[in-house]
């Protein structure tokens, strides 16, 4: 069906959508639904065929680092090098293996988008309703819908009684939406088609006919999933950092392999040898223990996270979270509390307040900060009784909190009345319901009629513009001033409540229920109105306020309404009072560029499409932008997919998309992402430490190595010894640096650049420093051994020695980039403190072990050798801390001061 054929479903009355399928309110004949069946195809959301694990196994060796190591194997097997090559292939299948084992739990939101689609549906064919398998549906179909049933395809509905369907998994909307058959304009964004039902959205209250217009791939749904499957995950910006590192590996390799074998070949030494000495170059050039540091440094803050409520499904997303320029938000859930609270009341003129939030037994009516005697407030009374009794939900007491079952708008309003102290069992006792008539959405009202002893008494509760023209009176018996009514309920809806007024007649003859609806349409006496919203979480405000403090910007983006977002926007400082919100409709007529500018200056997008979401995210992707995205319905699998992270909730959240997503947020808090973005940033500089720790070791051997080269000396290491330094010793302490707590004021810096690199220019020019220092120490113990005539073995292993303590002592530089690490306490990272005792403890072992001595061709060494050797290697501590007092911490590039939350 082309889109004009689709669009005219809505636009048109029931019968121009029969006549356009072709069908007719008998609904299809057996013989016409098989012949549709076959040009439509069966009504399912096919999964794309599941990545074969092959081809996941190869990934994990697609990386310019990998490629480097693969070759310096390569290289050590062909020289016979066995024991170096089997070193370079351990760390790779370690690595394979724990990468390979996080890709196969990878995005499957496309399958579970079949998961929302019922298996059977009850329709009219032939004239006779019968059930049949969902996924045999066709356009043209008729299907009957009642109370708790899952919309089985895209329905135009032909008749609806009391309808409101749940479609939070597709808006995001905290309430039911109420239906009807109403035709609506041809732009109308599917949200707010109100005589459509969508596929996989459920049928709150009422019942339904509706015609089958779309099936499979063909239903919002399906486009979702056609959305989902299209989007592709972005190169996270620490994949990016690193294949940028590797890459200027690369290129300083091949350029020291390119000098040293032509210094090598000047001097006429042999190629045989020139390719040994290269192996040992390309070994020191090489971080191997970089893959596995980086991969426990992740796995470290998925654990820290875990502990915040922050389930991590994809590693890379950790670090991602630290680099957050934009958050894209919903409202309903994460921001909010998803549970409706009536928070104003006004009645008799006078305005209350209401305590409390969610579902709370704690709270109170409140007028000018005391709970009011309900008996000398006739009118709040009455108000209150309204809402409690012209109501099909129910709530229990449990300890703190209520359970409730019903519309959240019915739970609110039983809630508040308990607040003010009514007993709703008594209520009810009192005055028993004996007819009734339910919510009509082209009516607007719904009633109750109830015995009270001498008479009936009808109470009714809509929307205040219907309910004042039903009255004649206020609650004194004066003429009603419905321009007062309407004032008031603007003023709340305002503020982004749903109002509703309440009204009541009392009958002394006792009116019979077949009356009920006569005696409501007229002569009502109005008592006032309840205004109510989904409030802010508690924490919210705060974790708000931290992300515009580190420089993080918040984006409101929901399908609820605008007055809705605009209000919870302001108590949590998101907006402010001259802020406007960017409507659905608005984002598609508006270009790329307008709509970026738009989002600068609105925060608030209201009414939003899954379309209009993706693209939002896209264009802060293609400005450079870090971005999060939050959602927890089916609407938001396809910008969950295409954002930098997407964050899904645990609790509230559809199984699309917490599958869409690289990140679970168990409690649906947004303040436990904000905790996740404080770790993210941690894991960062813990990788950033550890990678300093190791390149500047690395470019320390490559000075050590080339220097001797130039200088004609023998090598102060073979291969086997450099790979000694490189997996074992060092990676024995940058595994420690994994752990390593934050730094002070980590939330307060602006989100990094996400073209900065790993190591920063400061961190270069620490690094040189520094392996200049340990090359320099590390060739004068070595040729002070040469000239004493001792063997280059020994000269060999005075070498290793000299690197090893000096790799000891710098992991305690590389705890902080800024602050001496005589102001660090050295128990706050006990792992780091017992791998370099580890580190120390093996390298001696190994010095005293035969089996070791001929593995690693080094000697032992006298205490006399291990004094000197720690002398000098503990000038790194020295240098390091001349160059942090000459390069100190820069004050928070982000300002504290930002948008206060308005008061609630």
Same mark, same amino acid.
């Given at each position: 069906m082309i889109e004009s054929e689709r669009a005219s479903a809505w636009s048109g009355e029931p019968a121009e959508a029969i006549e356009a399928l072709d069908s007719s309110e008998r609904g299809l004949g057996s013989e016409e639904a098989e012949r549709r069946l076959a040009v439509h195809g069966l009504n399912e959301v096919k999964p794309p065929p599941a990545e074969p694990w092959t081809r996941i196994l190869i990934r994990q060796f697609q990386s310019p680092l990998i490629y480097m190591l693969i070759a310096a194997a390569a290289v050590a097997l062909a020289l016979g090098e066995v024991i170096d090559a089997t070193a370079i292939a351990i760390v790779l299948l370690f690595n394979a293996a724990i990468g390979f084992t996080q890709s196969l739990q990878a995005a499957r939101e496309i399958e579970a988008l079949g998961l929302l689609i019922p298996e059977r549906a009850n329709v009219i064919r032939d004239g006779t309703e019968v059930t049949i398998e969902a996924n045999r549906l066709v356009p043209g179909d008729v299907v009957l819908l009642e109370a708790g049933a899952k919309v089985p395809a895209d329905l135009r509905l032909l008749h609806a009684v009391s309808l409101e369907a749940d479609q939070a998994l597709l808006t995001g909307e905290s309430v039911p939406v109420a239906k009807s058959v109403r035709a609506v304009a041809e732009t109308t964004s599917p949200g707010d088609r109100l005589n459509m039902l969508i596929g996989g959205t459920v049928v709150a209250r009422g019942r339904a006919r509706g015609l089958v217009v779309t099936t499979g791939e063909a239903t919002e749904l399906g486009l979702i999933a056609a959305s989902a499957a299209a989007a592709e995950t972005p190169e996270t910006p620490l994949q990016?950092?690193?294949?940028?590192?590797?890459?200027?590996?690369?290129?300083?390799?091949?350029?020291?392999?390119?000098?040293?074998?032509?210094?090598?070949?000047?001097?006429?030494?042999?190629?045989?040898?020139?390719?040994?000495?290269?192996?040992? #170059?390309?070994?020191?050039?090489?971080?191997?223990?970089l893959p596995i540091v980086l991969t426990i440094t992740l796995a470290v803050g998925v654990r820290r996270m875990a502990a915040r409520n922050a389930i991590i499904r994809v590693l890379s997303a950790v670090e991602t979270l630290g680099s957050c320029t934009f958050i894209g938000s919903d409202k309903t859930g994460t921001l909010t509390q998803n549970r409706m609270t009536v928070k104003e009341i006004w009645a008799g003129g006078e305005r209350y307040e209401v305590s409390g939030s969610g579902y709370e037994t704690a709270g109170q009516v409140l007028?000018? %900060?005391?709970?009011?005697?309900?008996?000398?407030?006739?009118?709040?009374?009455?108000?209150?009784?309204?809402?409690?009794?012209?109501?099909?939900?129910?709530?229990?007491?449990?300890?703190?909190?209520?359970?409730?079952?019903?519309?959240?708008?019915?739970?609110?309003?039983?809630?508040?009345?308990?607040?003010?102290?009514?007993? #709703?069992?008594?209520?009810?006792?009192?005055?028993?319901?004996?007819?009734?008539?339910?919510?009509?959405?082209?009516?607007?009202?719904?009633?109750?009629?109830?015995?009270?002893?001498?008479?009936?008494?009808?109470?009714?509760?809509g929307a205040p513009e $219907?309910?004042?023209?039903?009255?004649?009176?206020?609650?004194?018996?004066?003429?009603?001033?419905?321009?007062? @009514?309407?004032?008031?309920?603007? $003023?709340?809806?305002?503020?982004?409540?749903?109002?509703?007024?309440?009204?009541?007649?009392?009958?002394?003859?006792?009116?019979?229920?077949?009356?009920?609806?006569?005696?409501?349409?007229?002569?009502?006496?109005?008592?006032?109105?309840?205004?109510?919203?989904?409030?802010?979480?508690?924490?919210?405000?705060?974790?708000?306020?931290?992300?515009?403090?580190?420089?993080?910007?918040?984006?409101?983006?929901?399908? *609820?309404?605008?007055?809705?977002? #605009?209000?919870?926007?302001?108590?949590?400082?998101?907006?402010?009072?001259?802020?406007?919100?960017?409507?659905?409709?608005?984002?598609?007529?508006?270009?790329?560029?307008?709509?970026?500018?738009?989002?600068?200056?609105?925060?608030?997008?209201?009414?939003?499409?899954?379309? *209009?979401?993706?693209?939002?995210?896209?264009?802060?992707?293609?400005?450079?932008?870090?971005? +999060?995205?939050?959602?927890?319905?089916?609407?938001?699998?396809?910008?969950?997919?295409?954002?930098?992270?997407?964050?899904?909730?645990?609790?509230?959240?559809?199984?699309?998309?917490?599958?869409?997503?690289?990140?679970?947020?168990?409690?649906?808090?947004?303040?436990?992402?904000? /905790?996740?973005?404080?770790?993210?940033?941690?894991?960062?500089?813990?990788?950033r430490k550890a990678t300093f720790y190791l390149i500047s070791s690395g470019v320390a051997e490559i000075i050590a190595v080339l220097t001797t080269i130039l200088l004609a000396w023998q090598l102060p290491f073979v291969p086997a010894q450099l790979l000694w330094l490189n997996v074992v010793t060092n990676g024995v302490q940058d595994v420690g640096l994994a752990f390593e707590p934050a730094e002070p004021r980590v939330l307060e810096q602006a989100p990094r650049p996400p073209r900065e690199p790993v190591?920063?220019?400061?961190?270069?020019?620490?690094?040189?420093?520094? +392996?200049?220092?340990?090359?320099?120490?590390?060739?004068?113990?070595?040729?002070?051994?040469?000239?004493? %005539?001792?063997?280059?073995?020994? !000269?060999?292993?005075? !070498?290793?020695?000299?690197?090893?303590?000096?790799?000891?002592?710098?992991? %305690?530089?590389?705890?902080?980039?800024?602050?001496?690490?005589?102001?660090?306490?050295?128990?706050?990272?006990?792992?780091?403190?017992?791998?370099?005792?580890?580190?120390?403890?093996?390298?001696?072992?190994?010095?005293?072990?035969?089996?070791?001595?001929?593995?690693?061709?080094?000697?032992?060494?006298?205490?006399?050798?291990?004094?000197?050797?720690?002398?000098?290697?503990?000038?790194?501590? @020295?240098?390091?801390?001349?160059?942090?007092?000459?390069?100190?911490?820069?004050?928070?590039?982000?300002?504290?001061?930002?948008?206060?939350?308005?008061? /609630?």
């Open positions: 990016h950092r690193m294949s940028g590192l590797a890459r200027a590996i690369g290129v300083v390799l091949v350029g020291v392999l390119v000098f040293g074998f032509a210094a090598g070949l000047a001097r006429g030494e042999s190629p045989g040898d020139l390719l040994l000495t290269l192996v040992a #170059l390309a070994v020191s050039a090489i971080p191997e223990g007028s000018g %900060g005391a709970a009011p005697e309900l008996d000398s407030h006739p009118d709040l009374r009455l108000t209150l009784v309204a809402g409690a009794l012209c109501n099909e939900a129910s709530i229990v007491s449990r300890n703190a909190e209520y359970d409730v079952y019903g519309d959240p708008t019915e739970v609110a309003l039983l809630i508040a009345a308990t607040k003010a102290g009514l007993d #709703l069992e008594e209520l009810r006792s009192e005055m028993p319901r004996v007819a009734e008539i339910p919510f009509e959405a082209e009516a607007r009202f719904a009633a109750t009629v109830h015995h009270d002893h001498g008479g009936t008494i009808t109470f009714v509760k $219907r309910v004042v023209t039903m009255c004649s009176r206020g609650p004194d018996d004066s003429p009603l001033d419905a321009e007062v @009514v309407l004032e008031e309920a603007h $003023r709340m809806a305002s503020a982004g409540m749903r109002v509703l007024g309440m009204a009541y007649r009392s009958d002394a003859g006792g009116a019979a229920s077949g009356d009920a609806e006569q005696a409501v349409t007229s002569d009502l006496t109005f008592l006032g109105l309840q205004g109510m919203i989904d409030p802010p979480r508690p924490e919210t405000a705060q974790a708000v306020h931290d992300c515009q403090r580190a420089g993080i910007k918040v984006l409101m983006i929901t399908g *609820d309404h605008a007055a809705t977002a #605009l209000a919870i926007a302001g108590q949590l400082g998101i907006a402010d009072a001259n802020t406007t919100s960017l409507l659905g409709s608005e984002i598609n007529e508006l270009g790329d560029e307008e709509l970026l500018e738009r989002l600068q200056e609105r925060p608030v997008c209201a009414r939003t499409s899954p379309q *209009d979401k993706l693209r939002i995210v896209s264009l802060l992707q293609a400005q450079g932008e870090v971005v +999060a995205v939050t959602g927890d319905g089916v609407n938001d699998a396809p910008a969950l997919k295409a954002a930098h992270v997407g964050v899904a909730m645990g609790l509230s959240g559809t199984s699309v998309a917490r599958e869409a997503a690289e990140m679970v947020v168990a409690d649906d808090n947004f303040a436990s992402i904000v /905790a996740a973005v404080h770790q993210g940033r941690v894991v960062f500089d813990n990788v190591i920063s220019r400061l961190l270069w020019e620490r690094t040189v420093l520094v +392996a200049i220092v340990m090359a320099a120490g590390t060739l004068v113990l070595f040729r002070l051994e040469l000239d004493a %005539g001792h063997s280059i073995e020994r !000269a060999q292993t005075v !070498a290793l020695t000299t690197m090893v303590l000096f790799q000891a002592f710098h992991a %305690g530089n590389s705890r902080s980039t800024w602050q001496s690490v005589f102001a660090m306490n050295p128990f706050s990272n006990r792992l780091l403190l017992l791998g370099t005792a580890t580190a120390v403890s093996l390298h001696a072992l190994a010095l005293a072990l035969p089996p070791m001595q001929t593995v690693l061709r080094v000697e032992t060494l006298g205490l006399a050798d291990w004094a000197r050797i720690a002398l000098v290697a503990s000038s790194v501590v @020295v240098v390091v801390e001349i160059h942090k007092r000459l390069r100190p911490m820069p004050m928070p590039a982000v300002s504290t001061e930002s948008t206060e939350p308005a008061a /609630a």
